[in-house]
């Protein structure tokens, strides 16, 4: 209890936490960066550089989810979490949207070596270290049931 204790008393204070969406290698002082981190009188340049780097081994235009904590003393931490679920399954099956009615009408489909494959992608994730790759496929697989993606052994 005492180390918890301690370790909030080293911590900064925080100001503010801030989600963004940004592609991947293409943070610019222009929004939707500029205006969120300026507001906080972030440093945008070294935001974008550091950002830029970290998602440099992602295509271009990959929408990188990022959460920025951003401090009273204008310094900032960020964690880059890999693309959402959903995106990955739409660039595999290779649909621009979901479809209306899961369940009822499937737009496409799948095989589970797909899904194998997003759920190593994912499992790179700060928060998904913990999960096992059974559990994030189960997890990938009720998604794609829930966006009218068939799962298939094999196509």
């Not at 880059?80 to 959903?86: A, C, E, R, T, Y």
């Not at 489909?109 to 998904?128: G, M, N, W």
């Not at 966006?147 to 196509?155: A, F, N, T």
Request: hydrophobic share 45%.
């Amino acid at each position: 209890m005492m180390a918890t204790l301690k370790d909030a008393a080293a911590r900064k204070p925080v100001l503010a936490t801030i989600r963004l969406i940004v592609p991947a290698g293409a943070a610019r002082p222009a929004p939707p960066v500029g205006p969120a981190l300026g507001f906080y009188r972030l440093n945008l340049m070294a935001f974008c550089k550091d950002f830029n780097a970290r998602t440099q081994k992602y295509k271009a235009e990959t929408p990188m989810q990022v959460t920025l904590t951003a401090y009273k003393d204008s310094t900032f931490e960020f964690v880059v979490k890999s693309p959402s679920v959903s995106w990955f399954l739409k660039k595999a099956a290779g649909i621009e949207t979901a479809s209306g009615r899961p369940g009822h009408s499937n737009v496409s489909s799948l095989t589970l070596r797909h899904v194998y494959e997003i759920a190593k992608l994912k499992q790179a994730d700060p928060f998904c270290k913990h999960m096992s790759l059974e559990a994030l496929c189960k997890s990938i697989i009720g998604t794609a049931n829930s966006m009218g993606i068939e799962i298939v052994k094999d196509l």
